[in-house]
């Protein structure tokens, strides 16, 4: 099983983006799980999403505490929130950042695998927009490689309807562009 | 059979609902159930569900709305959570009483002071003697079949009283996973049309909710007392017709790995799953652990309960509500005073957990387990003990 906490700001898409992996991990035919850290939201807030996903019955209904990747879709909450905390030994970090991966591992001070893709960028460029939340599940799933882009594409189509191209355009590059450090 | 998809607890119930389509929704949104009033008016709105979805000013307004249309005939549900069930009590005896089909999700949440909106039982268990069926659900896909079986239910003849399908709020009904959602046909044959045994019409004067004073008032009370208990051979009936028909079992009690168990733990809603994880590690150790999930808590089911642990040298029984200054928890104390003329019955022990959106784990219930085991003397059986309290 993998799990991903998600960390984001309120408005940024975070709980659309867990919602969207977990529908089509399922409808590739896996089990998976996708959740709000729950409570009240506030634009603009750190907030946390949470996904699981497993090749079986998921029966757990905690909470994430030691996740296998921690995804942060706003580095401003880098020293703002302990993204690492809880992440399992050889566990990875992905980041909305125009900075390297070894640039945030030194923000970070912390030694396991870190991946790095300008998000924000691409989404700027693909969709006109600074939301970076669709962008990076591209980056999510090189770094995991749990399934393919293509087992996105339905579930973007249904929920963006003609601005989907766009955002499966954003994934793909996020896809292709990421860089990783072991 | 359905395709199995992905959805959101409360999307996929509200989906449901329409399957079963519904003459009339009366919903005031209330976190977290909202979902399920926004999703129904959708459905409504965009011509998917051919129903009146009635917009009310508050839960009280809801719950009368429902009343007054099943009475004439509608086949009407309605959804709430915590304050917005507190708002509705007063009605709840009287929608039993008029022995009105009504079904309603109940999205639990904790109920105030202090203000909190997360998942526990506090709504549901004052309740408990409103005279209305009450089954809970673990997971999303019991969340849809219950809400589908509780229209069958409540509607069949024998029956007539209205359903609550408790669903844990957030755990639940935040919860995008996978669910097979039952067909329209398949929904179109297991449901017949409602048929309403009276109804409320200007051309066909009838009373509903006449008045009783003393002389009659007992004998109503009796008759509704003995519809409850009725009640349970159509719930059977209904969860053993929907077992052929969908493959997917229901059952009063349900048990896990507790046949043979020594040390039991009892929960009811979302937490069994998870509390399933700790029995197969507490196994995996070789401690005889195992699980019994209560989900028919009206009426309630003296006969598997027994059955269920009567081998088990010790019982915990979980509780998401607590009886301040009572006996111990709401199950708790069912549970004892189910079990009081026993003769062979375990030491029992009461935890109160999970309130209020209180993260309960596999450790929790690993923890819980030691906890009782370790008791070797029984000292703390028949008392309770709020679980993981900071003191």
Redesign the interface.
């Known amino acids: 099983m993998i799990e991903v906490r998600w960390h984001g700001r309120g408005g940024q898409g975070a709980v659309t983006s867990v919602e969207l992996l977990a529908v089509s991990a399922i409808a590739a035919g896996k089990y998976a799980q996708g959740f709000p850290s729950f409570g009240p939201e506030r634009r603009g807030a750190p907030v946390a999403a949470f996904t699981r996903i497993d090749d079986k019955k998921i029966n757990v209904r905690s909470g994430i505490y030691e996740p296998d990747i921690v995804l942060v879709l706003d580095s401003s909450l880098i020293g703002l929130v302990n993204v690492v905390d809880g992440l399992k030994p050889g566990g990875k970090i992905i980041v909305n950042t125009h900075k390297t991966p070894e640039e945030i591992r030194k923000d970070l001070n912390f030694n396991g695998s870190v991946a790095t893709v300008d998000g924000t960028g691409i989404a700027r460029q693909e969709m006109g927009v600074p939301i970076a939340n669709t962008t990076m599940i591209g980056a999510l799933l090189k770094v995991t490689g749990i399934m393919g882009l293509e087992a996105m594409k339905e579930s973007v189509e249904h929920r963006f309807g003609r601005l989907a191209q766009k955002n499966l355009n954003a994934m793909k590059r996020a896809y292709d562009e990421i860089k990783i450090i072991n | 059979m359905g395709k199995?998809?992905?959805?959101?607890v409360t999307v996929a119930v509200a989906e449901a609902v329409a399957l079963c389509r519904i003459d009339m929704a009366g919903v005031y949104p209330i976190t977290p159930q909202s979902h399920i009033a926004e999703h129904l008016s959708t459905l409504v709105a965009d011509g998917k569900l051919d129903a009146e979805f009635m917009t009310v000013e508050s839960e009280h307004s809801a719950m009368s709305a429902v009343i007054g249309a099943s009475g004439a005939g509608a086949r009407s549900y309605t959804a709430t959570s915590s304050q917005g069930l507190m708002l509705m009590h007063e009605l709840l005896p009287i929608a039993s009483a008029m022995r009105l089909p009504i079904t309603m999700a109940i999205a639990n949440r904790a109920v105030s002071g202090p203000l909190n909106?997360?998942?526990d039982h506090s709504d549901i268990m004052p309740q408990r003697d409103a005279g209305w069926i009450v089954v809970f659900a673990e997971n999303g896909q019991e969340a849809i079949d219950l809400s589908i079986q509780a229209f069958k239910i409540a509607e069949h003849k024998d029956v007539m009283l209205p359903v609550s399908v408790n669903i844990d709020g957030?755990?639940l009904t935040?919860?995008?996973?996978?669910v097979e959602m039952p067909t329209q046909e398949d929904v179109d044959q297991f449901l017949p049309p409602f048929v309403p045994h009276a109804t409320l019409h200007p051309a066909r004067p009838v009373t509903m909710g006449a008045f009783a004073m003393s002389d009659y008032f007992t004998e109503i009370m009796k008759a509704k007392d003995e519809a409850v208990k009725n009640s349970k051979k159509v719930i059977l009936a209904v969860w053993d017709e929907w077992a052929k028909m969908f493959d997917r079992s229901y059952k009063p009690v349900e048990t896990y790995k507790a046949d043979d168990a020594d040390f039991l733990i009892l929960t009811m809603g979302?937490?069994g799953?998870?509390a399933?994880?700790a029995i197969d590690e507490l196994r995996v150790k070789g401690v005889k652990a195992g699980l019994v999930k209560l989900r028919l808590w009206r009426p309630f089911p003296f006969a598997e309960i027994k059955a269920a642990i009567k081998n088990a040298k010790k019982l915990i029984v979980t509780d998401r509500a607590v009886s301040f200054g009572g006996p111990g928890g709401p199950v708790f104390s069912e549970i004892k005073s189910a079990l009081y003329a026993e003769t062979r019955r375990p030491a029992i022990y009461n935890y109160i957990y999970g309130l209020g959106?209180r993260?309960?784990?596999?450790h929790d219930f690993v923890g819980m387990f030691e906890k009782i085991i370790a008791d070797t003397g029984n000292v703390a059986a028949d008392t309770y003990e709020f679980w993981g309290v900071r003191e």
């Open positions: 199995r998809v992905g959805l959101e909106i997360l998942n957030f755990q935040h919860m995008v996973e996978p979302s937490m799953e998870t399933q994880l959106g993260d309960v784990t596999v």
